[in-house]
Every structure is written in C-alpha cells, then in structure tokens.
C-alpha cells in the first residue's frame, strides 16, 4: 500500500490529505481529507478523473489540486 500524506488548502482552509492506493488496486487512489472518506480519483489518458461521494465538498480545483500532488509524489509505479 502506498500513501502520501500532508497538509494543504482545500475549500475554505488548510486540512490534513491522505491518498491511500491499497495494494493490488491499480492506479486508483482513495482521497481523505481531514480523516473523511471523499472518494477515488485515477489517472486516465494523462488527464486526473475522480469519482466522489455525493456529500463531497472538493471542486474541480481541488481535484487538479490532488492531481498535482500525485504527479509530484515519489511513488514507484504510480501511475
């Protein structure tokens, strides 16, 4: 399992991230943002497309926000 974790603006302040890609998963990522389960998001034809709970309150610049962060970690084979 491979995991980035930090602290950045999301909405209307600084909030603690987790993405969580579990093993055997694929290239999908599980978002959490303040501990709370906000969906997946996965890379597909070079482009970040995520797929998040109706209650989800991240907005388009959030996710390119999330892209960012992901194409900037250090993971092996992340994508």
């Known amino acids: 399992m491979d995991e980035i974790e930090g602290v950045e603006n ?5 909030k603690k991230y987790q993405f969580i890609r579990p093993q055997g998963a694929g290239g999908h990522f599980q978002i959490l943002i303040d501990k ?3 969906g997946t998001i996965e890379k597909r ?6 797929h998040l709970n109706r209650t ?3 907005t388009p ?4 926000i999330i892209g ?7 993971l092996p084979d992340i994508i």
């Open 45 to 50: 034809n070079g482009k970040w497309v995520a």
């Open 61 to 64: 610049d959030d996710i390119w």
């Open 56 to 58: 989800s309150k991240l």
């Open 10 to 14: 999301f909405g209307e302040g600084r």
């Open 68 to 74: 960012e962060l992901l194409d900037n970690a250090r």
């Open 36 to 38: 709370y389960y906000q």
